[in-house]
Each structure stands twice: as C-alpha cells, then as structure tokens.
C-alpha cells in the first residue's frame, strides 16, 4: 500500500502466491489498524490455466492471421501480397508496442490481438474495392490505385475513429485486463491505418516504379451491374428487428439478475476440476453443494478432460463472506476461517476418486463483494452510454445530424439485438461481454459509415439533377455491398478463430463478437439506411408544407 485509503476502499495488486495473499489479509485484519479490511474483489487463476490460456491464445491468433492472410492472397492476388506484407506488419508492430510499454499479455489483451488482425484488412479492402471500381471506369493502373488510395482514406479514418473512442470510453470504465484489451485495440488500430496508408501505399508505388504490377487480377464476390432495391425491404426488416427486440427483452426481464455474472453481482464464481477417473454429474455437484449450506449454488460443465468426461465445473455461489468453522482436526476445537474455494473444496472432496480435498483443483477463482458488483454494473452502463454520445457527436461533426441519428439508432439496434440474443442463448453478462459490446459500439459502425460517405459523396455527384434520395440510397448501398460483405467476412474469421479456440475464458466475448459482426452488416442495410431516409422524408415534408405556407402568404 503506497498511499492513503481514501473513502474507506483501497485497492492491492500483484502477483503473490496463494499463501502470501491469505498473510496479507490476516496481517491487515489483525494489525493495529481501527477498522477491519473487508475483501471486496479477488481473482486467482491457477499457473496451469494460465498457461493454456496463453497457448490457446496463441493459437488462436496464428490460426486468424493465416486464413486472413489466405484469403486476402487467394482474392486480391497481388494486391493479396501487399496486405498480407501489412498484417504481418501490423502484428509485429502491436506485440513491439506491448512490449516497450511492458504491457502483461492477458487473454482480454490476445483477443484484441486477434481482433486487429481482421481489423487491420479492412482498410485494405476498402482501398482494393475502391481501384477495382477506378479500373472499371478505364483508367490506367496508376491512376486507380491513386484514386483508390485517395478517395478511400477519409472513410477508413472515420471508421477507425469510431473504434478508438469506444477503445477510449473502455479504458476509462473498464479495469484490470479490460484495460488491456483496449490499450491492445487501441494500439492495433492506429498500426492498422498506418500499415494501410503509409506502408501499403509505399508498397504500391514501389512495385508500379518497377513494374512488378501490370495489372491487379482480383476475384469478384458480387456482380457489378446489380440493382437490388434495399429499402423496399425496409418495413419488413423493422418489423422483423422489433420481433427480434422485443423477444430479447423478454426473456432478459423474465431471467432478472440471472443475466450477470459474478462481475457483476457478489458472489464467487469458479472454476475447478475433480479429479476421478469416473464421470461426475453436474447434479451430483450441485447436491453436495446445496447439502453444505450453500444456497441455489449455479453449476455447468466446462469442458471434458483427455478422457472425454466432463470433470471441469464452472460454480457459482453467493456466498463471498470467510465463514467462522469448527476445525475437528485440532484439539480443544479451535475455530479457523475457511474461504468459499477452500469450503466448496471441502464440500466436493468425497465426488474425488480419493475423497481428499486435494483431488478439488481451482483453476480459476473471482470473488465480488456487493460494493465492486454495484459499481462494476453502473461503470457498465456509463460506458455504453458515453460511448454512444461521443460517436453520435462525431458523426454529427463528420456528416449530419440525420446521418448521426441513424447510425446511433442502428448501434442502439445492434446493442439490444446482441443482448437478447445472448439472454436466449442462457448466458451471463460479465466485463469481457461488455467489452465486446462496446467493440460492437465502435466496430460495427464501419459498415455503416462505408454506406453514409459514398451517400455523401453521390449527393454531390447527382446534386441538381432531380435524382430522388432513395435511389442514391438504393445506389450507395449497392455500389457499397460487395466492401460491406468483404470486411465482416474476414472480421468473422478472426472471432470464430476465437470463438473455436479460445477456451472457455474468452467464449462469451467471442459469441457477442460473432453475434455484433452479423448484426452490425444487417443493420447497416436495413437500419441506419432507412432511418436516414425517414429523416429526409420529414425534412422534404416541412419543405413542401413551408413552401405552400409561403405561396398562399403571396397570393394575399
């Protein structure tokens, strides 16, 4: 402890043995301070977790950064090689950031890892789609890639500005290895637009001075000559999105505060193995433990050992409180204060082939008091809240109030549609899930933003030529479609990567991904895209009521 302890709260980090930890916490109770330390929040991850974690996360990534790299060679060709040269760039030069700012590799921090690598293409999708189109309209090679480069920058910036305030809001209200994921994205982010502005575009002049490129050969997802007509779509889709919502919210409101995790509640979550070479039944977890004194204790299965069983257990109890026992094994019966992982050990012993409590390994343990849930669950909200604020200000900055409202909407869409969806699934919402949340906040915008500047862009072009909103609607989402489908396709690589290996740590923040990336395409189309046009529709309408007012006015 280095300073005061302000407001009663303190707060001691490090990496001390278990011992060590429990000393502390004797020597603060039992020293001559005044008032007795309560614990309020505690985690332990066992060494062996912890290395499998870091394997599982390392795989994870060079699995990611190989179908990327395979994909963007396989479709771009040439061009392929240059942004696979910038991936592995921007890897590179994420880990040596991590590295000089002595930065703890944590699983939070592998996941922002892996999600800038899908990230990091996307720039370079863009830049690709946009000469593809130069090329198409008969310019030479040179003047393509120029005008690619050109007119694709303001978009990849305002894209990536989205993500690094969520990234920021994040490192305000997040804690721990919350803040490490979004330093890590933060840090991809910036090495992404740099990797695709200044190191591509220097590739590229490079290979046309030597005439390395004579032309870029690229694959075709989408036809060029296509005209679907999205907003006709448009009422079907909101009602299909309510549905959606309103089904979401409902199951959200009948599970209550079974929808938060231990972060966000107090109690002790674990995670523990019983060794016996025998299958041990979930409910035969739960009876002992119920049997114990502990009440409505939430037991799952985590996963199978190298037999096959199912002997790993996530449990969940309320109980975060050392507990005042009779310890049999001294004599005259002295009292002895036994944890909740040390009670639960106790109370699983005899499910162990050798009834010890030995035989009860904790892999992994949270505790939360009632103080650090309450303010962990308020943080939460502040986060998602500002995080919506700031972008709906920058947007309306960047583009109109019209565009910002719609693209705040679609994020809200997407924020409730995530949610519901994740209720249904029966899971918990913890501090990694609203990490993914607030990524879905500043990632699943892109889309979104992709649409609105080529909006932008084809007013100015059609300006007085009396062609209607909803066509350069219909135009833009088109024009823009194959690029839309492309970044959430290599994105989507990346986070099942995550989601298929990543263990049981980072499941949930892969799922809430997985989910967002869906659902930020669709609401990109659907949503943001007709908001704008119900918008334009009032402001038409005030237009033609104003300009019959003013005529009438005349005519008196």
Avoid at 103 to 115: K, N, S
Avoid at 197 to 209: G, I, N, Q
Avoid at 322 to 351: K, S
Wanted: net charge neutral; aromatic share 8%.
């Amino acid at each position: 402890i280095r300073d005061r302890i302000p407001g009663g709260r303190g707060q001691i980090t490090g990496q001390f043995e278990p011992t060590e930890a429990n000393d502390l916490a004797i020597a603060l109770n039992s020293g001559s301070m005044v008032v007795p330390v309560r614990e309020e929040f505690t985690r332990t991850v066992s060494a062996s977790l912890g290395r499998e974690t870091v394997r599982r996360g390392v795989v994870s990534s060079l699995i990611g950064i190989a179908l990327v790299a395979a994909f963007m060679l396989v479709y771009y060709m040439g061009a392929g090689l240059v942004a696979f040269i910038c991936l592995s760039l921007n890897a590179i030069l994420v880990i040596a950031a991590m590295a000089y700012f002595n930065m703890t590799l944590t699983l939070p921090g592998i996941a922002g890892l892996i999600l800038t690598v899908g990230m990091a293409v996307d720039a370079n999708v863009l830049i690709y789609e946009r000469i593809r189109e130069e090329m198409k309209l008969g310019h030479t090679l040179l003047t393509s890639v120029d005008n690619g480069f050109r007119r694709a920058t303001i978009t990849i910036l305002d894209a990536n500005i989205t993500t690094l305030i969520a990234a920021a809001v994040l490192m305000q209200f997040g804690t721990g290895p919350i803040e490490g994921f979004a330093v890590t994205l933060s840090i991809g982010v910036c090495a992404s637009v740099f990797t695709a502005l200044v190191v591509a575009r220097a590739l590229f002049d490079f290979a046309l001075e030597k005439r390395l490129f004579k032309n870029l050969a690229m694959l075709s997802l989408i036809r060029a000559e296509r005209a679907v007509p999205f907003l006709a779509f448009r009422k079907i889709a909101f009602v299909g999105s309510v549905l959606v919502i309103l089904l979401g919210a409902g199951m959200f409101a009948y599970r209550g505060m079974e929808n938060f995790g231990v972060d966000f509640q107090q109690g002790t979550n674990l995670m523990l193995r019983i060794e016996n070479e025998a299958n041990v039944p979930v409910s035969d977890v739960r009876a002992a433990l119920t049997a114990t004194g502990f009440n409505n204790p939430v037991v799952q299965e985590a996963g199978a050992d190298e037999t096959g069983q199912s002997n790993t257990f996530i449990v969940r109890v309320g109980d975060v409180t050392r507990e005042a026992v009779e310890n049999a094994g001294v004599e005259g019966g002295d009292e002895m204060l036994l944890t909740v992982a040390e009670r639960i050990q106790a109370a699983l012993a005899p499910l162990s082939a050798a009834g010890a409590t030995a035989n009860i390994i904790i892999e992994d343990e949270q505790t939360v008091g009632p103080a650090v849930g309450a303010q962990l669950r308020l943080d939460a909200l502040n986060a998602i809240f500002w995080a919506l604020v700031f972008i709906m200000v920058y947007l309306w900055i960047r583009f109109e109030l019209r565009f910002a409202a719609g693209a705040v909407i679609a994020l809200l869409h997407d924020i409730l549609v995530a949610v519901g969806l994740f209720s249904l699934l029966g899971r918990q919402i913890s501090m990694p899930v609203i990490a993914a949340l607030l990524t879905i906040v500043g990632y699943s915008l892109n889309d979104t933003i992709v649409v609105f500047d080529r909006v932008r862009e084809d007013m100015q072009l059609h300006r007085g030529k009396g062609v209607k909103f909803i066509e350069i609607l219909n135009g833009a989402i088109n024009a823009t479609l194959s690029r839309t489908l492309l970044t959430s396709l290599t994105t989507l690589f990346v986070v099942v990567v995550l989601y298929l290996f990543g263990g049981e740590a980072i499941n949930d923040f892969a799922l809430v991904l997985i989910i967002g990336v869906l659902v930020g395409t669709y609401s990109s189309i659907f949503v943001a895209s007709p908001i704008v046009y119900l918008f334009q529709r009032k402001r038409e309408q005030h237009a033609t009521q104003r300009s019959g007012k003013k005529q009438k006015s005349d005519t008196n």
